[in-house]
């Protein structure tokens, strides 16, 4: 089955306290992002990655670490974790250049950092 | 800078009526468009998307959008809703590469019975 799945789903943690939230793919995908969701601002994005080797920043990557060393993965890294980074966490892939423009989404991953 | 504002927070609406839920963008560029449905407890579902040609967008679930170029807005319809459709529903926005997406603040559709 085609999917994106995301781990861990649900995460408490505590200030400082790396952590990494992990993104895997299995349609080949070349494009994933990573987007965290907030009550009332909707979803912003915070790095995506073209390719293999190749990412950028999103809208609000102050924080949060990315990499891209496979394909099919497309880690999150957080070094620091602070309370503002509470947040319900999507990651997405889609395949570009093919006309279909469709991103598809992980289950979320739920953060909270204490 | 690319900005979509989703003007309702929460529409109720009873089961069998009309819906529209409201989208507006602000760019300097041509954009595409894009509406979401996230089902509670999912990740987002693509209902339909705007990337040129007709304005009038048909997508699933009876969904269908118009892009109005003038007004710079990219409104969801749908003639008859269930309760079924009770979800939140994002507007979205992306530029010539498709590699930076802007979304709205969602909009929560309640259908009562």
């Known amino acids: 089955e085609a999917q994106v799945t995301q781990n861990p789903r649900y995460l408490i943690t505590v200030t400082g306290k790396k952590l990494t939230v992990t993104c895997s793919q299995n349609?080949?995908?070349?494009?994933m992002s990573w987007y965290r969701q907030d009550p009332g601002l909707g979803l912003r994005q915070i790095y995506y990655?073209?390719?293999?080797?190749?990412?950028d920043k999103g809208d609000v990557p102050e924080g949060y670490k990315v990499s891209r060393k496979e394909k099919r993965n497309f880690p999150l890294i957080l070094e620091s974790p602070s309370p503002n980074q509470t947040s319900l966490y999507f990651c997405?892939?889609?395949?570009?250049?093919?006309?279909?423009?469709?991103?598809?989404f992980g289950p979320g991953t739920r953060l909270t950092v204490t | 800078a690319q900005s979509v504002t989703q003007l309702d927070s929460q529409v109720p609406v009873f089961e069998e009526a009309p819906v529209e839920l409201r989208c507006n963008y602000s760019?300097?560029?041509?954009?595409?468009l894009f509406w979401y449905v996230q089902y509670p407890n999912q990740g987002l579902q693509l209902l339909l998307k705007?990337?040129?040609?007709?304005?009038l967008v048909k997508g699933i679930n009876g969904f269908e959008a118009e892009f109005n170029k003038s007004q710079t807005s990219f409104h969801l319809r749908k003639p008859s809703v269930h309760i079924s459709d009770t979800a939140e529903y994002f507007c979205?926005?992306?530029?010539?590469?498709?590699?930076?997406?802007?979304f709205g603040s969602g909009t929560k559709l309640n259908v009562k019975p």
């Open positions: 990655s073209m390719n293999v080797e190749v990412t």
């Open positions: 760019s300097s560029v041509s954009v595409y």
């Open positions: 979205a926005v992306s530029v010539w590469n498709f590699n930076k997406f802007y």
């Open positions: 349609m080949n995908h070349e494009y």
């Open positions: 997405a892939s889609r395949r570009p250049g093919t006309g279909d423009y469709e991103q598809y």
């Open positions: 705007y990337l040129s040609g007709s304005t």
